[in-house]
């Protein structure tokens, strides 16, 4: 049968089935496409000067024996690729499938309790959890972008976590590989990144400033601060984001770069290295059409580079549709549909469902397969016809038709590959200090740069932030200066009788633990930084030490500031003792205060996840340290069984400092005279000779020679009726150091337990 394009010839199908119509084969023109060898006039790809537009026709032509038989494959013709391009690389997974577990179900009823449990029937019956991914197969290659598409719940995002190494491998079943080699781990860390759906920038650095940021990570300190600008200036010429580089990303409140833009900083940031696999999640949700296609064809240019390119999309236009390589359906977890969008058409016109002329491909099939999924058999047939459909000729050809360049099979082992790709300039990141190209990911660096290298860049990108955002840190100032000003009004100038030592007390207690309800201020930081830390350090980009100690560099600064402000405004207004040294000592226990507190607060943001519930929890236990500190009960009183708590609380060890640094510095100050011990007392009511007398009336009766002005109670005698001399006061402010010293080591402990990153 003629194609009726002179001399063309259909496919051998079997069952005496003709070759697909050229009209049925829509696609993008590939003329933009390289390659390394011209094709071969017996292979060709053509489009004929009277097809319609937007159409190819496949030119099968297959080679012929010596007997003049042509050689057959399964019964069907072959069809190679076009031209000679060796492929570098190809990403292939076979029969994944990812199972989670649903909750039993509890249902009361008036006899009996019954238990459900929702579950999924295997083929071979009996239940089973339900199947994110269920026998899911592919590749995607350099040079093409595989997009996976489906509806809300189809498994995509899945997908794209199965393969980019995020599902733990004894959870996900199948196997993933690169140029046949199994993948994974670090191999695919180095060689990889990954673009999250949402775009988790900070607000206040400029699109510059950021894949600046990023370039300083992920670039190797062997590399110059100018190549590094470069490579940022050729990727901002390469994102179309030369008019915003030097806008700010902007937020809620604050007017930056569009939703478009931001989403190509996005890539952006993950791309810097040029790795070799980029995966995206949805990279366009959330864009208009435009927006959209211009991320979708920076994607392309990105795999013309030489970058495998795997992403998820919902919905994508006309437009971007033409800008695919290969398409992957998916119907909750199931594949209905692998192969490139020019075989969209021909697959619905054999499934008895055409796609009527001038629909979007995807469209027609996204909304098909949602009404299959409502209806009672589900997508069953769909999947099933998918199956046999793939194993057919015409799906071979087709598949066949819409390569651009590359032979059918790798032609290089995947070390041999990784050294060409970095000697061409991939995973810049991953070459050594001298510039050459290193053998495989074994030898590539884990990390690009030593850890004070990291520490620094991190540092200086948060005190940027800190800069550009005053008014958080001038909100704290003017928490900490209100409260202190309240303090030395409501405490002005103690005096050193009975009362003004039970009002230092108070002072102590309420002044300790501001310093520690302060530093809740501090709770949303990490909170909202998580997932920018999260996508970082996902590929390696520093290590969690790193972001632990530049965290700690950077808040350091403002709590000086914050306890020289207290301190100044306290000090002397209350009238405590200890002159200048005095004072240089509550500074420093003021300061270790915070120290402390900022760093317990760090370690529960580590924790917790959202905002409120830090909130409860840092109020609740600070209120648990207030009251075992030692302030409302001694520690004699407090039961043993509660003991453990008053060692642990963090406000123990300030306030006890800060009770030596007042009441042992001078051994002979006084602090009750005489009639003073009848001070709220009956006797205390009485008038001053009646207390004179009752005061000597005692002496001769006791034996002991002290009048009115006999010095009663001394410091030294507070501080034991106190129980506070168990620690001294400079041992008492080294604890409380190694508490923020400790939280911080925990925290450090909760990014590497807590932030893998990865499923179950």
Request: net charge positive; glycine share 10%.
């Amino acid at each position: 049968m003629s194609s009726g394009f002179g001399g063309r010839r259909t496919l051998p199908m079997e069952d005496g089935e003709d070759a697909p119509r050229a009209d049925l084969l829509p696609c993008h023109p590939r003329s933009d496409r390289r390659s390394d060898s011209s094709a071969s006039l017996d292979h060709l790809v053509a489009l004929p000067s009277h097809a319609p537009p937007g159409h190819v026709v496949v030119d099968v032509r297959t080679t012929a024996n010596a007997e003049g038989n042509e050689e057959d494959d399964g019964g069907g013709g072959t069809l190679d690729f076009v031209g000679g391009t060796a492929v570098r690389f190809v990403l292939a997974f076979h029969d994944l499938t990812y199972n989670v577990g649903r909750p039993r179900r509890v249902v009361f009823r008036r006899r009996s309790t019954h238990v459900e449990t929702d579950a999924t029937t295997t083929r071979g019956g009996g239940a089973r959890a339900r199947a994110l991914l269920d026998g899911v197969s592919g590749e995607a290659r350099e040079g093409e972008i595989m997009a996976v598409l489906g509806a809300s719940g189809a498994g995509k995002t899945t997908l794209i976590d199965a393969l980019a190494d995020r599902i733990r491998r004894d959870s996900l079943r199948g196997a993933v590989t690169l140029n046949g080699e199994a993948l994974g781990g670090r191999p695919l860390q180095v060689i990889s990144a990954y673009v999250m759906q949402d775009d988790l920038l900070y607000p206040m650095l400029t699109v510059a400033e950021t894949l600046m940021y990023s370039a300083e990570f992920r670039l190797p300190r062997s590399l110059s601060t100018s190549k590094k600008a470069s490579r940022v200036q050729a990727l901002i010429d390469q994102l179309g984001l030369r008019a915003a580089a030097n806008t700010i990303i902007g937020d809620e409140g604050r007017r930056g770069v569009s939703g478009g833009e931001r989403r190509r900083v996005s890539i952006g940031i993950d791309i810097i290295h040029d790795p070799i696999i980029l995966f995206l999640d949805e990279p366009t949700s959330g864009l208009d059409s435009t927006s959209a296609f211009m991320v979708v064809k920076v994607l392309q240019g990105i795999a013309q580079s030489g970058s495998v390119v795997i992403m998820s999309i919902h919905q994508p236009s006309y437009r971007i549709i033409g800008l695919l390589d290969r398409l992957l359906f998916l119907s909750r977890g199931r594949t209905v549909y692998y192969g490139p969008p020019a075989g969209l058409p021909l697959f619905f016109s054999d499934f008895g469902h055409p796609i009527p002329d001038g629909q979007n491909p995807a469209e027609f099939a996204l909304d098909h397969v949602r009404q299959l999924e409502s209806s009672p058999k589900g997508a069953d047939e769909l999947v099933e016809f998918s199956n046999s459909w793939q194993k057919k000729p015409v799906a071979r050809a087709v598949s066949a038709a819409a390569r651009t360049g590359h032979h059918d099979k790798p032609s290089l082992p995947l070390k041999e590959a990784i050294r060409m790709s970095i000697a061409r300039g991939k995973l810049v990141s991953g070459t050594s200090d001298s510039g050459t190209a290193a053998a495989s990911t074994a030898e590539v660096a884990t990390y690009a740069n030593p850890w004070w290298v990291e520490v620094w860049v991190l540092a200086r990108r948060a005190f940027t932030n800190t800069r550009r955002t005053p008014e958080l840190f001038l909100i704290r100032l003017g928490t900490v200066v209100v409260t202190a000003f309240i303090l030395a009004t409501v405490f002005w100038r103690l005096d050193s009788t009975p009362k003004g030592v039970n009002e230092r007390f108070g002072f102590f207690a309420i002044a300790i633990s501001t310093m520690f309800y302060t530093s809740a201020d501090a709770l949303p930081v990490f909170l909202i930084e998580r997932y920018i830390y999260l996508r970082e350090t996902a590929h390696n980009a520093y290590r969690r030490s790193s972001y632990v100690l530049s965290n700690a560099i950077v808040s350091f600064p403002p709590l000086v500031v914050l306890s020289l402000a207290f301190a100044l405004i306290t000090f002397f207004a209350v009238g405590l003792a200890g002159g200048a040294g005095g004072f240089l000592f509550f500074v420093l226990i003021v300061l270790a205060s915070f120290w402390a507190g900022s760093g317990f607060v760090t370690f529960l943001s580590g924790v917790v996840r959202h905002v409120i519930i830090g909130y409860t929890v840092v109020v609740g236990l600070l209120a648990y340290f207030l009251l075992l500190s030692g302030f409302f009960v001694t520690r004699d009183r407090i039961p043993s069984y509660w003991t453990w708590l008053h060692y642990l609380s963090l406000i123990k060890y300030p306030y006890e400092a800060v009770m030596q640094n007042e009441f042992g510095g001078e051994p002979g100050r006084c602090f009750m005279r005489g009639v003073q011990m009848f001070d709220g007392t009956p006797i205390g009511a009485l008038p001053a000779e009646t207390k004179v007398s009752v005061l000597n009336a005692m002496s001769r009766s006791m034996g002991v020679d002290f009048n009115s002005s006999s010095c009663i109670t001394t410091g030294p005698d507070i501080l034991a009726r106190q129980a506070v001399a168990e620690l001294g006061k400079w041992s008492c402010l080294w604890v409380t150091v190694a508490w923020g010293f400790l939280f911080r080591a925990l925290f450090y402990l909760t990014l590497v337990v807590g932030s893998r990153n990865r499923r179950r």
